[in-house]
């Protein structure tokens, strides 16, 4: 029998758990040894790896986060700590390996695969969904259902006391969490860090809706924004004339229950990740694109910054304010 390990790197998305359950039930069909690797990159060097079973991934598919734990590691970043890694993998007889996580923890595996030849495919896995290559990383939709169901909740105060919200979502420098929810919530404002924007554009219009009965307003702002979120409100009480509050989310948007089609992505991801590995596809990773699944090589994947929808993009023009 053959042995396959996965492991999950960087920040937890929900998802991971699904994909977990999936991972050990299709390695067992398949007629191969599925292995845990906990804690991530850490892990690998710590020896924390086990066999895992059908008993070990029972029930978890509701649960959002990773059984299985992540990390961080700055020690899979030296060269000693990588030959440790391998040894371990070696003491098991573990050579394939799948990765839950993003393009730095794909950068690494890169590394660690010229070195090893230990084999491997990264399975997007970030809610700010910024890796390149893939329209979809693993976590997203749970995310922006979790952002949707605050929004809403958040409007219901914001309508009652007159003010303005300004709701800040993850991302990094990547706008798309804050996007996809402005659209899809009828927010009044939304400013990402792949538009330029100048509050000024906004003054007459929100203006003229305040005398024109407007009772609230709500603005979604990326965390990667140039100003922080306390000066958009602020913009809004010394300028518009309205009270606000500023609501960060923060990590609520990476926790909770994995979505029915996180899971369903979960399973897809996993499947065809675990048939490229035995198919000797030694090296890549597993993206969705509108043409469906497609295996990308390291370097597509992480030498190009994510481009955000431009058609999606152009609907934040202030042209029509």
Same mark, same amino acid.
């Given at each position: 029998?053959?042995?396959? &390990?996965?492991?999950?790197?960087? %920040? ?45 991934? &029972?029930?978890?598919?509701? $649960?959002? %986060?990773?059984?299985?734990? +992540?990390? $961080? !590691? ?39 695969? #010229? /070195?090893?030849?230990?084999? =491997? ?21 749970? &995310?922006?259902?979790? @952002?949707?169901? +605050?929004?809403?909740? @958040? ?8 003010? &303005? ?19 899809? !919530? ?28 407007? $009772? ?9 924004? #140039?100003?922080? !979120?306390?000066?958009?409100? /602020? ?16 990590? @609520?948007? $990476? %926790? ?12 897809? =991801? ?44 152009? !609907? ?6």
């Amino acid at each position: 029998m053959k042995n396959i &390990a996965i492991l999950c790197s960087g %920040g937890d998305v929900s998802g991971m758990n699904p994909a977990l359950k999936h991972f050990v039930e299709y390695s067992l069909q398949k007629d191969l040894t599925p292995y845990f690797v906990y804690d991530g990159f850490e892990g690998l060097i710590d020896n924390n790896i086990k066999e895992a079973s059908y008993c070990d991934v &029972a029930g978890i598919i509701t $649960r959002g %986060g990773t059984k299985i734990g +992540s990390s $961080r !590691s700055d020690r899979f970043m030296q060269e000693k700590y990588r030959k440790i890694a391998k040894q371990n993998l070696d003491n098991l007889n573990i050579n394939m390996l799948i990765v839950l996580g993003g393009d730095g923890s794909f950068r690494g595996m890169d590394v660690f695969y #010229k /070195e090893s030849g230990i084999k =491997f495919c990264g399975i997007p896995s970030t809610i700010d969904n910024d890796i390149n290559g893939t329209d979809y990383c693993l976590g997203v939709d749970t &995310a922006l259902n979790i @952002i949707k169901t +605050s929004i809403d909740a @958040i409007r219901d105060t914001a309508s009652s006391f007159k003010r &303005a919200f300004v709701i800040e979502t993850m991302g990094r420098d990547c706008g798309y969490l804050a996007l996809i929810s402005h659209l899809t !919530s009828g927010s009044e404002l939304c400013l990402i860090p792949e538009k330029e924007y100048n509050l000024k554009d906004y003054e007459d219009d929100f203006k003229t809706q305040m005398k024109n009965g407007r $009772r609230y307003f709500i603005a979604i702002v990326s965390e990667g924004i #140039k100003q922080d !979120s306390q000066e958009i409100a /602020e913009w809004f009480e010394k300028t518009i004339g309205i009270e606000s509050r500023v609501s960060i989310l923060g990590h @609520i948007q $990476r %926790g909770g229950n994995p979505s029915i089609y996180d899971r369903l992505m979960a399973y897809k =991801f996993v499947t065809h990740a675990v048939d490229g590995l035995v198919k000797d596809r030694d090296e890549s990773v597993i993206c969705y694109t509108k043409s469906g699944f497609e295996f990308k090589s390291i370097i597509e994947v992480t030498n190009k910054t994510k481009e955000l929808d431009p058609e999606l993009i152009s !609907s934040l023009t202030t042209d029509n304010v």
